[in-house]
């Protein structure tokens, strides 16, 4: 354990020197030098405080007591491989499988995310005995070699990077910057048999379809939140070609839509996945993930001959954590915190939507809210410099908020779980002063006229971090009115 603090230079130095160059930190032209935090507030080493809004990671709240006992005191007792017998193993799996419905019932344990999806996969090869995967545009599920090839978000950005052929990528179901939008009569079944469409094309070729994955709510591609229906039409399309349905929830679980447990909840109590992969707010940043199938598909798997052991997935820690998490969740009604303040933050983000012309679209559900930023209603023109502009001004108020999308002009709302109304009062209004004062420089008024047009948007990709940008080509904003950061480039960063 390091025995002083050490002088911020320092620490960047050293990162720089021994952490691998592609590991990006935000806010890269200053960074951020956290040494604690507590509930939903983060300290540097100034002991300054900083409002969260991008940790989901820290789903009950930074630090919290209850979580970091149970994690102690089971590691001052045992920690150990998952292959003994312990009880906090079989308790978390019939605890967990109790907030889902009761054909997803077989659990195998993990350690992060990446890994999740990247188990979800074999099990639909094994299962089906097909080798292609349907994905979304602008879709994120890990950083492993499968889950790249399965992340447009990832692999469009490597030069000269090519495809792969058992990967499907189809439409974003994004009814406000989509090909179908919210005056289409049925954009659920629109997008839907986009999907099919796909599966038909594969068939033709002599492919066949193992699985279709999506995040419940697409989180790096936008905040997008699917048509209700169109998971239920989809599954019917990938079930019928011998495919299974992959939900990934390791953004959207646990309670953060407020409304439900699971995010795919949100389409109706007629849909159920054949798979769902969870990390992130699992263990409240301790390092655990689950995968939750169907006993058919876990025997499947089973039938492969190849025995599955994971050293550190369900450890007595890890399971002891995991409980924790839950027993806050329900002790502290987080879930209903996330309904009662989410609704209450959107209410408050709608309002500055009828106020700003930068504000093209608010959308979310509990306390996951993306506000997209646009230089024209009508033409939904992505503000990409302003949506950075905006994160960097929110850093030098000690709030911090994420910006992502295809365009990277979606201001991203994802904080723990334990967000008060005040918190949303005073970010909202610090976002309100300073889109104000973008307005003014940029000289944007309220368009008298607010008719949308149909059509499908061009992808443009701009090279950056959240809160770190280098405009696409066709930006048309003054300089004056964005920070100088903002001239700066990086990769992008998923949080």
Request: hydrophobic content about 35%; proline content about 5%.
């Amino acid at each position: 354990m390091a025995t002083e603090t050490l002088d911020k230079q320092k620490t960047i130095d050293l990162r720089k020197k021994h952490v691998g160059p592609s590991c990006k930190v935000f806010f890269s032209h200053d960074p951020i030098k956290i040494v604690r935090a507590r509930g939903q507030y983060m300290y540097n080493e100034k002991e300054e405080r900083y409002l969260d809004c991008i940790n989901n990671v820290a789903h009950v709240g930074h630090s919290h007591p209850d979580v970091v006992k149970a994690g102690a005191k089971q590691m001052e007792l045992l920690n150990t491989n998952s292959r003994f017998l312990h009880d906090n193993l079989v308790l978390y799996a019939q605890r967990l499988q109790a907030t889902l419905p009761e054909k997803l019932s077989v659990c195998y344990f993990v350690n992060s995310g990446s890994e999740a999806n990247d188990l979800a996969l074999r099990l639909a090869w094994q299962h089906t005995g097909h080798k292609d995967i349907i994905t979304l545009e602008n879709a994120y599920h890990g950083h492993v070699s499968s889950l790249i090839d399965i992340s447009p978000y990832k692999f469009h950005q490597m030069a000269g990077a090519e495809q792969s052929q058992h990967v499907h990528v189809a439409l974003s179901p994004d009814i406000y910057r989509g090909k179908y939008r919210e005056d289409h009569p049925d954009p659920a079944t629109a997008y839907a048999d986009n999907v099919k469409e796909i599966i038909e094309q594969a068939h033709n070729k002599g492919r066949k379809i193992a699985a279709f994955i999506a995040e419940s709510l697409q989180s790096c591609g936008g905040q997008v939140i699917p048509p209700v229906g169109y998971f239920q039409k989809v599954a019917q399309h990938v079930r019928k070609a011998g495919g299974l349905f992959i939900a990934d929830e390791v953004q959207v679980g646990f309670g953060r839509v407020g409304s439900h447990f699971w995010a795919f909840q949100l389409q109706g109590e007629d849909f159920v996945p054949d798979i769902v992969t969870m990390g992130k707010p699992i263990g409240n940043g301790h390092p655990m993930s689950c995968v939750i199938t169907t006993r058919e598909v876990a025997e499947s798997f089973m039938s492969s001959g190849m025995e599955y052991f994971n050293t550190f997935g369900g450890n007595p820690v890890s399971c002891a954590i995991g409980l924790a998490v839950l027993d806050v969740i329900e002790k502290e009604d987080l879930q209903g915190n996330a309904l009662r303040v989410g609704g209450y933050l959107t209410q408050l983000l709608d309002n500055l939507k009828e106020k700003h012309p930068l504000v093209g679209d608010v959308r979310g559900h509990g306390l996951f809210v993306g506000v997209e930023l646009v230089r024209d209603k009508k033409q939904r023109t992505p503000a990409t410099a302003e949506a950075q502009d905006v994160i960097y001004r929110l850093k030098e108020q000690r709030i911090l908020l994420s910006a992502d999308g295809p365009h990277r002009n979606v201001l991203k709302f994802k904080p723990p779980m334990c967000f008060s109304r005040e918190d949303a009062d005073l970010a909202v209004g610090k976002i309100d002063q300073i889109l104000t004062d973008l307005e003014r420089a940029l000289s944007l008024v309220t368009p008298e006229s607010t008719i949308l047009e149909n059509g499908h948007s061009k992808r443009k990709e701009p090279s950056e971090e959240n809160g770190h940008i280098h405009p696409s080509k066709d930006s048309s904003h003054k300089q004056n009115a964005t920070h100088p950061s903002s001239k700066k480039t990086n990769k992008r960063l998923r949080t």
